[in-house]
């Protein structure tokens, strides 16, 4: 006989047929102890449900919980229960909260927000008023495309927002532009050719579009963004990060987004904008999306891993049209679609209003740290800050450094950053850097990062 204890801890509990009834109690008791599945602390069921579940009198119940009591494997708590001893037969305390953690190395990683900010109460709201506010039907299965309701929101937003020409019936909801990116990635093995992506770029997404079949090519940028001239012909797409290169900052330029369009145009390549932080922009204008340019030629992709949390793993594609069937068919042929609930929250945030305060506030913040990031950078001549105007993170250029060394220095102070060596695609030599992801620290943690990362450009650390 197996049972699954309800009311405590679940354990599969496997009982002989036959047999004495007591000593097989004990023995299944020891051997899901033995295993593991009975940890240390945890609680048993009392005697009475336990022997209701197994169909056995309590008395052979308590019998059996004396005997492993006995042994040292229960201890026996009267008015508080049985609980599984630890090794040495102590009580096995089950925490009231998990240990306290050690403290947090320091990270200037580049590609997070502060997720410390995260707002809590707000998102608590809105999913409270999401999952009152459901349909029935919202708990069947949903639209491979995205909750409707969601991809209204987000025309409305995208359109007023970033300049995106939105159409709700192209829109469809990811779960993060990885997700996104793969899916696509699969839909473009169909066309056949190479993607191209910018070098350097994360190297993480050339993995996830290789891993899906395509080909990757890289093609190098400056501080107009991609080197659109340099596209060969052939491709089924290109990736790039127009507002805000990713690693180093540039910002593709008017001219270019003309011909990175008419490019597309001539060739029948597919172009993807990853906007993954253009709503953090700084010093100038918002720079909108290459996507208006042409909404059959652009995929728009856009993500709340910046403006809210990475692991919400939620994110969206403006597709075009004829991108809209072999994207849906190939979200039912795997995942289906992202979670209803997940959409409907983030629905009720954009229409509340608490995207755009969550936006705004944030860009205030790393603004401001931005600013004492680079006063603090500025008394080391030789290290040149790129990419400053817009998103969460900058590079350093490291003029006779080595990136090598500075990460050294960094490691000795417990500093988490990232050297450009690993973004780059074509053969060398490159010019040294380090990105700087300046939002990524909680607030309490800045100062302390920003002067670790100083340390390590002092004399001493060449
Ligand atoms: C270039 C770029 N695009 C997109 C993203 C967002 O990815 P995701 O939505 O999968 O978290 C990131 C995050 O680091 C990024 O660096």
């Known amino acids: 006989m197996a049972i699954e204890w309800s009311g405590s801890r679940d354990v599969h509990l496997e009982l002989p047929a036959a047999g004495p009834r007591r000593q097989a109690v004990v023995a299944a008791i020891r051997q899901a102890v033995r295993d593991g599945r009975l940890p240390p602390g945890a609680r048993l069921p009392s005697t009475r449900v336990l022997a209701a579940d197994l169909g056995l009198a309590r008395g052979t119940v308590t019998a059996a ?65 999401a999952v009152t506010g459901a349909a029935t039907a919202d708990f069947g299965y949903g639209d491979p495309m995205g909750h409707p309701a969601l991809r209204r929101s987000l025309a409305e937003y995208l359109g007023r927002a970033r300049g995106v020409l939105a159409d709700p019936d192209r829109i469809m909801i990811c779960g993060g532009y990885a997700h996104a990116l793969a899916t696509l990635a699969t839909v473009l093995r169909e066309h056949g050719g190479p993607v191209a992506v910018e070098d350097p770029s994360l190297p993480d997404f050339r993995r ?45 330029s008017a001219r270019r987004r003309t011909e990175l369009v008419g490019y597309a145009r ?21 720079v909108g999306a290459v996507q208006a340019l042409d909404p059959e030629r652009v995929v728009y992709s856009g993500t709340t891993s910046k403006t809210l949390a990475p692991g919400l793993r939620l994110s969206w594609l403006v597709l075009p049209e004829r991108l809209v069937g072999p994207m ?130 002092d004399q001493e650390s060449h």
């Open 266 to 286: 001539r060739t029948g390549a597919l172009l993807v904008e990853d906007d993954y932080d253009g709503e953090f922009r700084f010093d100038r204008q918002p």
């Open 65 to 129: 919980y004396d005997e492993l009591a006995v042994q040292g494997h229960l201890l026996i708590r009267p008015g508080s229960g049985t609980v599984v001893a630890g090794p040495t037969g102590a009580i096995g305390p089950i925490p009231a909260r998990p240990p306290a953690a050690k403290p947090q190395r320091l990270s200037l990683l580049a590609g997070r927000p502060d997720v410390s900010r995260f707002p809590r109460t707000r998102w608590l709201a809105a999913a409270r008023r």
């Open 328 to 457: 849906r068919a190939a979200r039912l042929a795997t995942d289906r679609h992202t979670g209803v609930l997940d959409q409907l929250t983030l629905a009720e945030f954009f229409d509340s209003g608490d995207y755009d305060r969550q936006v705004r506030r944030c860009r205030t913040a790393y603004r401001t740290r931005r600013d004492a990031l680079l006063a603090a950078v500025a008394e080391h001549a030789d290290v040149t800050p790129l990419g400053v105007a817009a998103g969460v993170h900058l590079v350093l250029l490291l003029g006779d450094r080595t990136e090598a060394a500075v990460l050294a220095a960094a490691a000795r102070r417990s500093l988490a950053l990232d050297g450009l060596g690993r973004y780059w695609l074509g053969p060398g030599p490159h010019p040294q850097g380090v990105l700087i992801g300046y939002a990524t620290p909680a607030e309490h943690a800045f100062g302390p990062a920003v002067r670790a990362l100083i340390g390590c450009f």
């Open 208 to 252: 996830v579009i290789r891993a899906a079949g395509p080909e990757v090519v890289g093609v190098g940028v400056d501080a107009d963004g991609l080197r659109v001239a340099e596209l060969p012909d052939g491709l089924a797409a290109v990736v790039l990060t127009p507002a805000h290169q990713l690693p180093l900052g540039g910002t593709l």
